[in-house]
């Protein structure tokens, strides 16, 4: 008995790391001819502590990994880091750190940590974004979309904190202040370089019909995003102002609910009346207090300045006011909008504020509720155009609007091109140069990459590289005289619009080595939360068909599958100061939560997302040492549906423990002893052959898990994959020696159980792999196979309902005849038709046999 080997994580797990690490299993090259699978999880940003959450993401993609390399695949499974941006450059200004030593110490932990979760990721094509080696390619791509014109500059409005004398990200102003000085942001408008994602519009909308692996909600709120709108440009005349107002619509039926025309603060019109009315300039001084973000412009209560201009109704020749207005957008369309307030939720809310006439031309909607009716309908109030549906109106109108000469049909997109100038440091540089004999020149290609300089200071006030003292000063590229570059960086989000291409070949000395790109791409399975839905994935499109345009890949959609995993969930603590205790600084006793430093007793908050201000993130490095990563792994998985949230916990993480221990000791500890251990011995019984009918319910059970878990494996149904490994460990507890097969039939089980068993937990099952006998790693070892014959029921069951009632249970042969059945089930029932008369008795083959009585 003392020499039963224990289930230890803790020996285990390093000692297969290692191992792994040694022989370089993981290492992946391409191979003319196999198929092959590129599994990919969104790459983290590198910010200190991995905690469950993670680990559940990344196991997600270890999974698919792992099960496509036992199922004869060429597999891709490469990690990286997205290391620019702001928070590695706020640590820098709060504690004197330099952005690049931070992010390069918390790269190495999350390493560590991603290195002690077991995942074959081949970390020779390591992507890290701040590096040199990454980043030249970003400034090279820059430079070829600027040759093709899709990068551009234009003045465009930022968010600036007057007394940091800095521009703010969207995320860095908190109720309209700066979040380090706290002073009052302004609207600035200051040249900006764009990329444009417009000119890419339509085919972003159409690549969307192919990508019938993405979830639909996905898909939808791409098509939304980029908004796609048939509507009318027309100009009204204006009494009062030269040129007439321009106008889009996207509902030209409704021209004759007209009451007021409204514009953006930043319309030429509302700029030359603030020249000369006070009111005007300060109420646009107003608006700007609002930030730029489009949220906080439709979240803010809706506002206006009444103009001196009136336009005319090209139809009926009446006049109405021109209001400047808080909700307008500068941006979209022509910034400026014709107002119906009757069928349009702004323009009501609008004209209710400043007593403004509503007039009804749809019919249609509820006439008891307030508010504007915003559906389709036939026309009323309209003159010549009353009764006639919302769709014909719109051509009718659109058509005599055109007649008039005054404007034409148009296709707008909500989507607008890309601005990509961070006014920041810890990002890529911008390469291009400013001369004053040349104006904008680009950096010439052999002279990338544009470094950054490490000898900065951070202050907090103003942009670190334009204050540095000699970095931006060069020579033009093209004339040689004196120059500045450009100090702007790029967005991060530049940065992970391709990573996935770098993937391919990260050692290559250009953006991709085209042949393996086109080998490897597209990525078969995208990993990643659901925040993604948009920007990244929408950039990530974008750059891949430029990409594509460019010969860098072969193909036009990046990202074949889209998996949107959900977040794991977690309960936090508090003691009585408020102040939060993370999980792991906290004991159960009973149902008591108490602080493991002071012993007293804690309030249990509801589960929420893992976050930093509740601290309920638990950490991998506390449960690498409690359960090993093998528990986290099955429990996270275990929990619920892929997509779902998840709520940790520990009597669940406990739950997966005892499961492991259980399919340890199946090994180790089988209540059938003396199961075949020498290969010469083993043999493979077929169920025909088998004589004993535990035996071959045994078989049945092992081949139907088979079944069952490939077909998960395939689904993304991981729960339920690890729900029947359960069962089959359960019966294999079960099992005694029934037979002479018996112990085959055992050692069969266990094999099958192990190898299902490892793409989820790698490290026990890799050694139980081992102590049944094996040398190879199970990395790349054939998927069990099921053995069809012993899939099929020897005997099923059938229900018997009376009328709808649940009266008796059959176990028959699956292939009884109908007539039998019939006979059968009357006979099982008889007692609960006495005194009935038999009406109907319906057979469903496999399933049930329905009696129908009076
Ligand atoms: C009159 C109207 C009547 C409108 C009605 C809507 C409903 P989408 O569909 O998103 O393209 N609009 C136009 N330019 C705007 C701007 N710069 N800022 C804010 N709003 C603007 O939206 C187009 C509609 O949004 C346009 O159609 C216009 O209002 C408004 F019953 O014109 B509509
Ligand atoms: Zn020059």
Redesign the pocket.
Known sequence: MTDVKRYNPQAVEPKWQQTWEKNDIYKTHEVAGQPKSYVLTMFPYPSGNLHVGHLANYTIGDIVARHKKACGFNVLHPMGFDSFGLPAENAAIKKGVSPAGWTFQNIAQMKDELKRCGFSYDWSREVVTCTPEYYRFNQQLFLEMLDKGLAYQRESMVNWDPVDNTVLANEQVVDGKGWRSGAKVERRSIRQWFFKITAYADDLIEGLQTLTAWPDRVRAMQENWI?R?E?LEFTFDVEGAEGGLR?????PD?LM??TFCSI?PEHPLAKKLAETDAGAAAFIQECQGLGTSEEAIEKAEKKGYKTPYQIIHPLTGEKHPIYIAN??????????????P???D??FEFAKKYNLPIKKV?QGGDESLPG?Y?GKGALTNSGEFDGLSSEEAKKRVCTKIASMGRGETKT?Y?LRDWGISRQRYWGCPIPVVYCGQCGVVSEKKENLPILLPEDVTFTGVGNPLALHPTWKHCACPKCGGKAERETDTMDTFVDSSWYFARYTSPQANDVTDRAAAKYWLPVDHYIGGIEHAVLHLLYSRFFNRVMYDLGYVGVKEPFTKLVTQGMVLNASYQDESGAYINPGDVEWEGPVAKAKATGKSLKVNRQEKMSKSKNNGVFLNTVFDTYGVDTARVFTMFIGPVEADKEWTESGAEGAWRFLGRVWNLVHQPSLKGYPQNFSDIKTIKISNLENKNDKELKRAIHKAIHKCSQDAERYQFNTWIACLMELSNRLQKVEAWSEATPHLYREGLEAMVRLLNPIAPHITEELWHDLGYTSTLWGHPWPKAEADALVDEEITLVVQVNGKLRGRLVVAPDIAEAEAKARALEEVAEHLQGLTIEKCVVVPGRLVNVVAR
């Not at 106008?247 to 509902?251: A, G």
């Not at 909700?327 to 119906?340: E, N, Q, S």
């Open positions: 908004g709108s509507g106008v889009y619509t996207t509902r409704t609910g007209v953006a909700f307008v957008l500068m941006g979209y369309g022509t910034g400026a909008v014709m107002a119906v009757a069928h349009d702004r323009d749809i504007a915003t707008l909500r």
